[in-house]
């Protein structure tokens, strides 16, 4: 919309009060730029009260021109003043930190950014819980400009727990917030700084080397153990890293050895090799981690080496000096995720001396990675040993095969007991599932994403663990369900007792993990599994829960149980089944009455909770309420 029209008779009205309203009648320039607004006026409401007000001082009646022509100036700068904008000739730049990905400003009212805001300028431990609570409730106060900048700088907040958990949420800022966490960045600085420098390490790795190279001279020693930790991504920084091993001191010196170990060139094989032959039992500790060849091949030929010492010695591992044999558990525990030829060919001469664990080692290192080597040294010592190496197999065949190949080779461990007779007398091997169900333990099925899947952490940043997400491609055959829904392994005594608020054992735990809602039949299936459960045993919350989601009906005499499994009342994991029954109040009364009887003479601590819970269920209060 062209206002220039509404812009001179502002002038002109302005000019107009200047010189004197009683000359207005005589002023044609102030008459024409009125008119002029006469097409406005018939457009837009409020154009049209400006057109009426303006022709009206204009006019010989108008008895108060004073007013009016003030009222008229008013209202026109208040039109203008929303129509405003701002324009300036030249190339747009970008303001630091603009790429964030979720924009500059957020619309939101001062009044609830306000104790955020004090909050972050305070100081003392309460602040925490402002802030904490505020990022849990309204989460866009945080994708505001100011308060990002805010975060940065409370990486140095004197409340070390403040500090912690916003550089958590900086973190899941991704790229975005590398502008905000690099301006006004001081190498000479102290906590602050180095934070600044693990949440750079962990969101962008190698692509800010140029940056931690730049910042290591300058840095101060708080600074520079993070940026010696950062140089590990790029092999160009071998040199670089070779001299601060030779010049640093203390914890900056361990962070460089620590990247060190992570290079693959020459020089550094070299001068890991030297240290081996100096301080084996100092060197293994930074090589554990490494996944180099050269450093697989050097832990493999000093493990060999000790091997061959320890059969001369003719002595057990337990004869051993208390040295001699940390150090040869030392070695095998820096075989972690290594798979070089030769390391590959030990895993059967350490099985003779430390069998539980090279199956243990052999598992964490598939975990990781499925190197072509491994996998077939796990073939073959599963079939030398057997079910010992089963959980490293089925991992293998899980990720490789397809998912009715992996249920033919492997459902035999989990079927009727006659049929496993039968397979013992075949193949002379012990059937122990256990493997399986170790691995199963770990995966789960996610229904949004519709497939099955594994995670692990990986300890790579001092921000935090990094969580790896392994999916089964294949999926799981649905012939396993009826398997493992009527085992009776179910109630072995090797299934620990889940932790409170989850399962009773870790059985029915891996079970959960697994349901999968879009199956038919097996919601059915799995209401059944978790309802005998509960009553052989007694309910815990988590079988209320899953049996609602099975949609579940019958819950009468379930509470009731507990009195019967139990010689103590544990009045917390009442509530909460209280809290999960999906039961009127009045019904839930009723259950805790049968509770009390059950419990009869066994337990007295905690009956008076329960009674009282009982008369305010019967009164209409929630059970959350209780």
Known sequence: ???????????????????????????????????????????????????????????????????????????????????????????????????????????????????????FRGTGSGRYAVIRDAHEAQPEIFKDFRIKNLCVKALGDSYGDLADMVAHWLLDEGRGILPLLKQGFDPAGRRDMARRVEIIDAIAGGDENGF???????????????????????????????????????????????????????????FWKKQMGKKPEKAVNYLQNSRTMWASDLIAEYLIQWLDTFKESGLSLKQLKDEDRQRIYDLWRAALGKSSPQMCACYKRVYQVLPKETAERLW????????????????????????????????????????????????????????????????????????????????????????????????????????????LEAGLDPRWYPLLLKSKDRFNARFRKQVRNS?????????????????????????????LGARHRGPVAADIRMLKKCGWKDYKGLLALMGKKNDHIATYGIRELLCELPLASEELAGELESLIKSYGKKAKIGVGVLEMWCEKLKSGVLARDL
Request: glycine residues 6%; proline residues 4%; charged residues 30%.
């Open 503 to 531: 399962f009773d054992n870790s059985y029915d735990a891996m079970v959960a993990g697994l349901f999968r809602p879009d199956k038919e039949g097996l919601k059915e299936a799995y209401g059944n599994y978790f309802y």
């Open 1 to 119: 919309m062209n206002l220039s029209v509404v812009y001179e008779l502002r002038d002109r009205l302005k000019t107009a009060a200047v010189a004197g309203t009683g000359l207005i009648e005589e002023d044609f320039r102030l008459k024409r730029a009125v008119e002029q607004m006469a097409p406005l006026g018939k457009a837009s409401p409020v154009f049209g009260r400006i057109y009426q007000m303006a022709r009206k001082i204009t006019q010989p009646d108008c008895g108060s021109r004073e007013e009016m022509v003030l009222d008229t100036l008013s209202l026109l700068d208040a039109v203008l003043c929303t129509q405003g904008s701002l324009l300036k000739e030249g190339e747009w730049e970008e303001i630091p930190g603009g790429d964030t990905k979720d924009g500059l400003c957020v619309n939101i009212p001062y009044r609830q950014m306000a104790p955020v805001l004090e909050a």
């Open 212 to 270: 931690y190279v730049e910042m290591f001279p300058k840095a101060s020693k708080e600074v520079k153990e993070p940026l010696a930790r950062a140089l590990r991504h790029c092999e160009a920084n071998e040199d670089l890293l070779l001299d601060l091993v030779k010049s640093e001191k203390g914890k900056v010196k361990e962070e460089a050895l620590w990247s060190l170990a992570r290079m693959n060139g020459e020089k550094a094989r070299e």
């Open 364 to 471: 964490e290192s598939l975990m990781e990675e499925q190197p072509a080597g491994l996998c077939q040294t796990a073939e073959e010592l599963y079939d030398a040993y057997g079910d010992e190496f089963l959980q490293s197999v089925f991992w293998i065949d899980l990720l490789t095969k397809s998912a009715g190949e992996v249920y033919d080779r492997f459902s035999p461990y989990l079927r009727p007991e006659e049929l496993l007779d039968a397979i013992k007398q075949i193949g002379g091997k012990k059937k122990d599932p256990m493997g399986i169900y170790q691995v199963l333990m770990r995966v789960s099925y996610e229904e949004k994403e519709g497939s099955y899947v594994v995670y692990r952490e990986s300890w790579e940043s001092p921000i935090r663990y990094r969580t790896v997400v392994t999916r």
